[in-house]
Nanobody, 123 residues
Framework: HVQLVESGGGLVQAGGSLRLSCVAS????????MGWYRQALGKQRELVAV???????KYAVSVKGRFTISRDNAKNTVYLQMNSLKPEDTDVYYC?????????????????WGQGTQVTVSS
């Protein structure tokens, strides 16, 4: 089992910045991808940004150029630097990790979520 603990959310004025962090702990051999998603009440969870083991990244169009995702593989941590925040960025942000572990039955994959952290941008 893998646990993800997020931190860094809060209230900020439009144009401000926040940095989210997510630490993964538990039993796994490798984290294939770590990412951030966000979800507003009554809406579907959507991808914000993802970073893969090799360092390649993918961003939602709405955040490209403003948000930067990075990871520290040694610390099993992913970060999301959010600049030029807008009121429409207000959401609960969730950390996600895709892992695998080698077992005597073969490779097993896992998909895990953090508990979410609230980001509120005031106008």
């Amino acid at each position: 089992h893998v646990q993800l603990v997020e931190s860094g959310g809060g209230l900020v004025q439009a144009g401000g910045s926040l940095r989210l962090s997510c630490v993964a702990s538990g039993i796994f051999d490798s984290i294939n991808a770590m990412g951030w998603y966000r979800q507003a009440l009554g809406k579907q969870r959507e991808l914000v940004a993802v970073i893969y083991t090799g360092g390649s990244t993918k961003y939602a169009v709405s955040v490209k150029g403003r948000f930067t995702i990075s990871r520290d593989n040694a610390k099993n941590t992913v970060y999301l630097q959010m600049n030029s925040l807008k009121p429409e960025d207000t959401d609960v942000y969730y950390c996600n990790a895709e892992t695998h572990i080698e077992t005597n039955l073969g490779r097993e994959y896992g998909d895990y979520w953090g508990q979410g952290t609230q980001v509120t941008v005031s106008s």
